[in-house]
């Protein structure tokens, strides 16, 4: 008789595009259900950085167990620690009968209450991919090294994202014993789909020839991400062969678009949903991530753009240059808001189009290891002792 499957209750806030391909692929495995913290209300909500309502055009629902919980909070949310207030959160996990829990997340009324209350009870499982990029020293450190010290007490197994994330989790208490690598990742597959004809639409309505360089910026338009940086550095190479994309929305907008009046080689585009960000990536040559932080805990977009096989340029306050970008293979890493650094690699790279294709090429193989099937394992190894 085949052994009874493990049941896991994972406690999330919301639907995130990320995370629900990886419950899909994991229920196949795992009798799993997905505890939705923030309320239903989470699935169209309103998002600041973009500055205009956000509802995903994949769906987040599909192929595994979840409810959404009743949260009391009176602003409800994931951006501060009493957005998230469920009553009946541990009773509900209880009654479904859990062999063991999966936090993502701390930093909630909720979560906390959970990760307290099932400490010694089942195991706890965490996820989270701080890091200490933006660390300073200080009365306050020292009190975060506390606190955090404490929260971690609470938690059997921490599930890593990178170094830079297990480096954090060492420095507040985890034992290396407790830690388990599963990687951040994207749908490597669904993005690296040939869609070459709607590309060449793209390139032709930018009116960018086929032999220029195209550098892509995507995500929100603010000041951590320092889509101005970027702008200013494109500006002063003023290269005539080479554009620059940027795709979304925020609260910089009118601030680049004002900034990049003077030049015909630089685009905008409204922010894109899922279904369409691969022919964005597929048409540019060049993707780059400035960003100064603070809180660019990883940059999943890094990966989506690795998988669409373009070359990388980061700064070194995006967590996941430590591991995802090997200078002079698929990228480079730049000093964080130094315009000078930043023209410097822009210069190497935009030199030849030849090397961003083979840097490309690289950046492609590299983030193959780098996928959904990998956190499934190493969260089933672990339920399944």
Request: charged share 20%.
């Amino acid at each position: 008789m085949a052994d009874k499957m493990k049941k896991l209750a994972i406690i999330t806030t919301h639907p995130i595009q990320y995370y629900a391909p990886v419950f899909k692929l994991m229920a196949q495995h795992i009798d799993l259900c997905v505890f939705y913290t923030w309320g239903e209300q989470s699935l169209v909500k309103n998002d600041p950085g973009f500055g205009k309502t956000v509802t995903w055009d994949i769906n987040l629902l599909d192929g595994y167990k979840y409810a959404w919980l009743k949260n009391i909070s009176t602003d409800p949310g994931s951006h501060h620690f009493i957005g998230i207030i469920n009553p009946d959160i541990t009773e509900l996990i209880q009654v479904w009968q859990a062999d063991a829990v999966l936090v993502f997340g701390w930093a909630y009324q909720s979560h906390l209450k959970a990760l307290r209350f099932f400490k010694n009870k089942i195991p706890v499982y965490f996820r989270g991919d701080s890091t200490l990029l933006d660390e300073k020293p200080g009365v306050k450190s020292a009190l975060k090294w506390l606190l955090l010290n404490w929260v971690y007490k609470h938690i059997d197994v921490a599930f890593y994202t990178g170094l830079s994330n297990k480096a954090y989790f060492k420095k507040y208490g985890v034992k290396e014993k407790q830690l388990v690598f599963a990687p951040h990742a994207v749908d490597n597959q669904r993005f690296a789909i040939s869609r070459m004809s709607e590309v060449n639409m793209l390139r032709e309505s930018l009116k960018i020839k086929p032999n220029e360089i195209l550098i892509l910026f995507a995500g929100k338009f603010e000041a951590k991400k320092d889509p101005l940086l970027l702008l200013n550095a494109f500006l002063q190479l003023n290269t005539p062969n080479c554009h620059l994309l940027f795709v979304g929305n925020g609260n910089m907008e009118i601030e680049l678009k004002n900034a990049a009046a003077t030049s015909n080689n630089i685009h905008f585009m409204e922010f894109q949903n899922q279904l369409y960000m691969p022919v964005v990536y597929q048409a540019c040559n060049l993707f780059c991530l400035p960003s100064r932080g603070p809180g660019e805990s990883w940059g999943l977009v890094v990966n989506e753009a690795m998988a669409c096989g373009k070359a990388i340029l980061v700064s070194d306050k995006v967590g996941c240059a430590a591991d995802l970008v090997q200078p002079g293979h698929n990228g480079y890493v730049f000093k964080n808001g130094d315009l000078n650094d930043l023209i410097s690699y822009l210069t190497t790279l935009t030199q030849s189009k030849e090397t961003l294709d083979t840097f490309g090429e690289n950046a492609a193989r590299m983030i193959q290891q780098w996928n959904f099937t990998s956190i499934v394992k190493a969260i089933e190894n672990e339920l399944n002792g």
